[in-house]
């Protein structure tokens, strides 16, 4: 055990963060890079991702553009934090893309391909591609995935075809935390409720948004640093014990 800290053990640790240029993941590279872990910064366009690392405290973190779906670059991307991190303890990976569709019959197979590529096939060869290098460094290790309440609720309309690969996100965090689990790798979900980001607001309707706001007892959407605290918690000595476990982030909008 390290340091009794909100990011206890974090110190000198090597993170990757995927989606870290989105409104979530900025704040989870942020808040890893206080912990004092040296974080490794993936998204899609580099100057986005230059931008988040330029601001972060303390050296050694690194901005590299990548496609996710380009399953060819995960385990170089593996390696590259491994040699430039010192180590790969950590991975969270928060890519993904929503396509907002009203009702079943507006869902192309292009949609159903596109999310399900980024957001369930791409997650599963990265969250396998760090695994092992964890395995292989001996000192066990932390994955970290996203799904959505809709991995329960099943979505509405059109929203299936995210739900359903976000579905996939649980039941193969499940899967993993077994298969690593005898490494010491813990693996577990995080599923935010409504966040104030580009993914929730974009193509949303006014009415849609206070209807959700509404079903929220807590009343409000959260503010994505509010989901980055709990990535944190799952990195972090504190939640040693806790795998395949789907964290509910959700100011109460579905109780599990
Ligand atoms: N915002 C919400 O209300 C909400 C709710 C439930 C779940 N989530 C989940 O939280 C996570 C973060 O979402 P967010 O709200 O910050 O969304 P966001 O759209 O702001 O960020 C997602 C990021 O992923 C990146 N990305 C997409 N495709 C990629 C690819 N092929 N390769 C590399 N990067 C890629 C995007 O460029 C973007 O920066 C996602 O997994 C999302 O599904 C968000």
Not at 9 to 32: P, Q
Not at 151 to 165: K, N
Not at 191 to 218: F, H, I, Q, R, W
């Amino acid at each position: 055990m390290g340091e009794w800290g909100v990011g206890a053990g974090l110190d000198g640790k090597g993170v990757v963060v995927t989606g870290a240029a989105g409104g979530i993941g900025r704040e989870v590279v942020a808040a890893f890079a206080r912990a004092g872990a040296r974080v490794m910064a993936v998204d899609l366009d580099q100057a986005s991702v230059d931008a988040v690392v330029a601001g972060l405290p303390a050296a050694g973190h690194i901005a590299v553009a990548a496609d996710l779906s380009d399953l060819e670059q995960h385990a170089a991307l593996c390696e590259q934090a491994h040699a430039q991190l010192g180590s790969l303890d950590v991975l969270a990976n928060l890519a993904a893309v929503l396509r907002r569709r009203t009702t079943l019959d507006d869902v192309s197979e292009a949609d159903w391909d596109l999310q399900h590529d980024i957001n369930l096939k791409a997650a599963f060869f990265l969250c396998r591609a760090a695994g092992n290098v964890m395995r292989r460094q001996g000192n066990g290790g932390r994955i970290i995935t996203f799904t959505s309440q809709g991995w329960w609720t099943g979505g509405y309309g059109g929203s299936v075809a995210y739900a359903a690969a976000k579905g996939g996100i649980v039941s193969m965090t499940r899967g993993l935390a077994r298969t690593f689990g005898p490494d010491g790798i813990t693996v577990n979900a995080i599923s935010p409720g409504l966040v104030e980001t580009p993914m929730l607001t974009d193509g949303l309707d006014e009415a849609t948004y206070e209807g959700l706001k509404a079903a929220t007892p807590l009343g409000r959407v959260a503010h994505p640093r509010e989901l980055a605290g709990p990535v944190v918690f799952l990195a972090s000595d504190h939640a040693s014990f806790i795998s395949g476990a789907t964290i509910n982030v959700s100011g109460g909008f579905l109780m599990y």
